[in-house]
């Protein structure tokens, strides 16, 4: 059973920075994509970033692009810095993962595993 589980966020004031972790566990596959998708309230869920494992290779949305950086440790925690937030930044923010041969990273409608979302708020 594949298992994604999110941790990080909070509260921030425009201009700020947090970081955010995900495990994927369960996966017995050993190229996988990994990303980060966000939902701010009445809006479309937005893939910002992911990480293909394998070959190792880094994708990110213009929307954030220059202000977050995601990378990958050898225990499959995945991670996303977040740097210089605005207040349009505030969503919450999930990680979701899949084999590559089946999703591609920017169509946050073709992940199969989730996790449960954690909130990110940018105030000013």
């Known amino acids: 059973v594949v298992e994604v589980m999110e941790s990080g966020g909070g509260s921030v004031q425009a201009g700020g920075s947090l970081g955010l972790s995900c495990l994927v566990s369960?996966?017995?596959?050993?190229?996988?994509?990994v990303g980060w998708i966000r939902q701010a309230p009445g809006e479309e869920r937005e893939a910002v970033a992911a990480l293909y494992t394998n070959p190792r290779s880094t994708y990110y949305a213009d929307s954030m692009r220059g202000r977050i950086t995601i990378s990958h440790d050898a225990k499959n925690v995945l991670y996303l810095q977040m740097n210089s937030l605005k207040i349009e930044d505030t969503a919450m923010y999930y990680c979701a993962a899949d084999f590559i041969g089946k999703v591609r990273w920017y169509n946050q409608n073709e992940y199969s595993y989730w996790g449960q979302g954690t909130q990110v708020t940018v105030s000013s």
């Open positions: 369960g996966y017995t596959y050993t190229s996988y994509c």
